[in-house]
Each structure stands twice: as C-alpha cells, then as structure tokens.
C-alpha cells in the first residue's frame, strides 16, 4: 500500500508483488486503481505484479486492462465460467490468473481440477475467506497436500505465514509459492522490515 514498502518488499527478494486493489468486501488493504497505478509502476522491471480483486467480469477486466498487471488473482468466488471468459479476453494481453480456494469451496478437488483443465497459471488455497477477509486463518498443510496432488498448475500456499512457522509449513507442503501478508506486516498495510528479514532468512534458500 506504499511505495517504501514496494521498495522493501523487492529487495528482501520477493518474486511477485501484490495488490489489493477494488476488492468488493470491506478489507484495510484496499487501493482504487488510481492509488494502484503508481505503486504498481515502482515495481522493479525483475518482479511480477499481482492484484488481488474480485467481482463482475466487466470489473475485473476494466481494473486489469488499467492496471496492466502480470497476474490477477481472483478472490471472491468467482465462476467456472467467468474464469473461463477472463482468461479468453485478458490472455492477448498477457495477463495471467490466479484463482483462489477456499475451506468452504463446494467439491473442493473436483472443483480445483476444473479449473487447473481450464488453464489457470495458479491455484492459491486461502483460508481468508471473502467473509472473514480481514480475520484470516491458519494454513492448513493437509488440504494443502489434497489439492497440490489433484492438479498440475502450481498451488499457492496462504494462511498467517510468519517468520516464525514458515519452516514448520513449507517443510511438509513443499509448495513452489508462499503468500505473504499480515506474518510480514507492522499494521495494516504497513510492511515490518524486521520481520521481512527474519522470514527471508529463516528459508532454507534466498531469492537472489
């Protein structure tokens, strides 16, 4: 939500960078594109943007088009079908989806496996709900394994990642993507440079 902390955040070595950005529920980290834009633009040539949004397809699609991320992850439930018409009007652009998984999705691996045939870039299952967006959750490493087994796309792993329980997460998850968000922040929006560096180093590798 802030330009020193787009600054922070690459150089601790984070690969993509994200955005909430006219998400449809209330949440602390929401941005207007307007607030976006700028922010997005400071992103080092060497990192990917995400935004995180949600809503009707015209929407998202005005919001990507504006913003011109390298991915847009999609988290509020949105449609088979209007992943599938996203995907078709927002490819030719390059921009890539991320659909994201929740505990309360209907036939979770079924449901996960469409999506995957459909072409999606990533998974991300997130106990962060729509409904208790700003409450969280904890990862949940066994759901975790279910979908990472059902599905070819990579699967993000979510959930109060913290300096403290990484390693106790990815050790058994073994996921290729960690997201980071409250584990990393000072307050709301407001990113620990601390706390970044502890979780960094606490990986059994840094991004170079």
């Given at each position: 939500?802030?330009?020193?902390?787009?600054?922070?955040?690459?150089?601790?070595?984070?690969?993509?960078?994200?955005?909430?950005?006219?998400?449809?529920?209330?949440?602390?980290?929401?941005?207007?594109?307007?607030?976006?834009?700028?922010?997005?633009?400071?992103?080092?040539?060497?990192?990917?943007?995400c935004?995180?949004?949600?809503?009707?397809?015209?929407?998202?699609?005005?919001l990507a088009l504006f913003?011109?991320?390298?991915?847009?992850?999609?988290?509020?439930?949105?449609?088979l079908e209007t992943t599938k018409r996203l995907k078709e009007t927002l490819s030719p652009s390059g921009i890539l989806l991320i659909k994201t998984l929740f505990p309360n999705t209907e036939n979770l691996i079924?449901?996960?496996q469409e999506f995957d045939k459909l072409g999606v870039s990533a998974l991300l299952f997130d106990p962060r709900t729509p409904e208790n967006a700003k409450k969280g959750g904890s990862a949940d490493v066994n759901a975790f394994l279910q979908l990472k087994a059902a599905v070819s796309c990579p699967v993000i792993l979510a959930g109060g990642i913290t300096p403290e329980n990484v390693l106790?997460?990815?050790a058994p998850a073994d996921p290729e993507i960690i997201d980071l968000m409250t584990g990393v922040e000072e307050s709301y929006g407001?990113?620990?440079?601390?706390?970044?560096?502890?979780?960094?180093?606490?990986?059994?590798f840094r991004a170079e």
């Open positions: 939500m802030r330009a020193e902390d787009v600054k922070l955040c690459a150089e601790y070595g984070t690969d993509i960078l994200g955005f909430v950005a006219e998400y449809p529920h209330p949440v602390p980290w929401n941005l207007t594109r307007a607030e976006a834009k700028p922010l997005i633009e400071a992103v080092p040539k060497d990192k990917k943007t935004i995180v949004t949600g809503g009707d397809y015209e929407k998202i699609v005005s913003l011109k991320p390298d991915y847009i992850q999609l988290h509020d439930g949105e449609s079924e449901t996960a106790g997460l990815i407001v990113k620990s440079a601390d706390k970044l560096a502890a979780l960094f180093n606490a990986l059994p």
